[in-house]
């Protein structure tokens, strides 16, 4: 099987930020929808809220 091939030094942007970071983003990104920006992430509405509060966010 072969590997994917090589990014060129390249990314995605969001591996170099922090979860909270992430989480900001998604929410700027929606306008504050968090159902929206939950499914962005990948995860619940209910889970995001638990690390938005975990991380400080409103």
Avoid: F, I
Wanted: aromatic share 0%; hydrophobic share 30%; glycine share 12%.
């Amino acid at each position: 099987m072969r590997s994917p091939p090589a990014s060129r030094g390249r990314r995605p942007a969001c591996l170099g930020r922090s979860p909270r970071a992430r989480r900001a983003g998604a929410l700027r990104a929606t306008q504050g929808n968090k159902s929206q920006a939950a499914a962005r992430l990948g995860l619940s509405r209910h889970g995001l809220l638990n690390k938005m509060d975990r991380h400080g966010l409103k």
